[in-house]
């Protein structure tokens, strides 16, 4: 590269940068302070870049950016009010399931609202040309949202560092717990912050419309590159996001300069997953404060209802007699489903494990038996044994780096490393199609009926929840549970916590990856949507909404969750935010899934 042509990518490095501090500035806030995963952070982004093209046409650029940030900060607000108020005291990943509604109802109201097209906002006035810098073009625009973002951390750090409001912030990122017991009114803070994180990522969307049009698509793009801002800079931390924030913009930069523009997928995932396992708290963030309260204790996993799963057996083993071909399509995802919610509530439940990137080995699984099949010409019964095979040495791989860390920091590292996976699966054309994907990937003849493969589906399906179920009860499984509720207290007696995490964590992506063999086999084809963020967080909807702290909650979870969303989606248009509303009113009715209603209403 030219010297002319580094200044101008080191410039283009700090516009892309400026551009994701904006949005991950209000996600640091919010998360520092509430620890909530706000998965509806990206949808307050999109909001904002609609709002603004809407206003835009009325009232002007200008104008439009300050009231799509206002609108956006007031809808923020109501959402922590009327939503996330009644559920801080809810496990997080319950409240992550509820954020994940949010998303979903948020996407159906833009579609309602503006179409499914994409809307192309206008240029900023004023801005539109292009300065020479080193003898080459840069555009304007670039140059004021530079400006804008560290004029933007400025102004936080002066609010954060010279106001007593922010000093109550930066208390209650510290230490929440002593912040109460001063007598300071969390709540009306919460809604305070909430509603500035949500201002700023209305801000952030605004100010992008004249570089990228808005699509329903952005929710999601815009919470992942957040999430690793934030968690790279350290929770709670201003400076550690502008920092990450900056060196991510000129990691991208520099690989589309190089010649490496396929980098660029994964490329701040990679750098999550080395600060992770280099500093796990982040650039700039802190270990959090012990809890002084007494930890929670989760009460003892009830023995499996074997009674009820063979009643269950029977009934699925019937079903091609009075089933159609459809019928049976469904079950078999349903089952599929099940085995892959299962294998997640594993490590999550007993665990003590959240995983945010679980469809990496539902994934790779898949693509191990279809590239066995298509590329090795190995018959498919092999094929689909290879399958839970490749998907646990994935995960023996990347879990050895991820049950070194605890909380939300091993589970945006386990996100890491699914996103490294899925950019190597969407960009590698001659392995894995590309994103294209791989097609003809057709079971035996001896399986070629849906009934004979819904037979077999059903066979491993079962035998896999089974043995899960009968792993959970064993020594094994007692010593794991024993290090998810007293680390401390397991070591001390002589079991080794972080070699049975890691050992769980395996076995957990070997039966991920079963399911995900059994799913291509079933479909025909696969594609790297199977690896994707939404995959992940579906599975963890799954288990969430049949109960984590319950041994059979996942399955009826699955079921349900699966049968919503074929059903919504072909009798209702705005099948989305069908599925949102049903989530949150589980969330706000049953917080403990399926299985804690069950347990109330038998209770009584």
Known sequence: MSGSAVVLQFLNGLAGGSSLFLVAAGLSLIFGVSRIVNFAHGSLYMLGMYLAVSLSGRVGFWLAMPLAAAGIG????????????????????????????????????ALWAWGPADLLGPRAPGFAGATLIAGRAFPDYDLLLIALGLLVFGALQLLLSSTKWGVLVRAATEDREMLGALGVNQRLLFTCVFALGAALAGLGGALAIP?????????????????????????????????????I?????????????????????IVMAVVLMARPSGLFGRPQAAPRAPASSEPPLPPPPWKTAAAA????????????????????????????????HFILGPGGMASFGHAAYFGIGAYAAAIAVLRG?????????????????AAALFGWFCVRLSGIYLAMLTLAFAQIAWSVTFQWDAVTGGSNGLIGVW????????????????????????????ILHSPFGYSLRAGRDSPLRAAAIGIDVRRRQWIAFTA?????????????????????????????????????LGGVQTIAGPLPGAALFTWLGDTASRSFEYWRAAIGAVLLLLVLVSPQGLGGLARWRSSR
């Open 211 to 247: 570089r990228e049009p808005a699509s329903l698509g952005l929710d999601l793009a815009a919470i992942s590159d957040a999430f690793v801002v934030v968690v790279v800079g350290g929770l709670g931390s201003i400076p550690g996001a502008l920092l990450a924030a900056l060196l």
């Open 443 to 470: 079971p035996a003849s001896w399986l070629s009926s849906r009934g004979a493969y819904y037979g077999a589906t059903l066979a491993c399906c079962a035998s896999g929840i089974a043995l899960l179920w009968r």
């Open 377 to 393: 010409a190995l018959p498919m019964e092999l094929s689909l044994a290879i399958a839970p095979a490749a998907a646990a040495l």
């Open 508 to 544: 957990a992506g070997a039966f991920a990856g079963l399911a995900g063999g059994l799913y291509a086999f079933s479909k025909g084809s696969i594609s790297p949507e199977m690896l994707s963020v939404p995959r992940s967080v579906d599975a963890l909807a799954m288990v969430l």
């Open 313 to 344: 057996l029977i009934v699925l083993a019937l079903a091609p007699l009075f089933a159609d071909d459809y019928g049976l399509v469904l079950l078999n995802d349903i089952l599929v489903f099940a085995l892959l919610a299962a294998s997640l």
């Open 74 to 109: 007031l809808l923020g607000a109501l959402l922590e009010i009327m939503l996330l108020r009644r559920i801080y005291r809810a496990p997080e990943l319950l409240q992550l399931l509820a954020t994940f509604a949010v998303v979903l109802v948020v996407r159906d109201a």
């Open 249 to 269: 913009g000129e990691i991208k930069a520099f690989c589309v300069g190089l010649g490496l523009s396929k980098l660029t997928l994964g490329a701040e995932f």
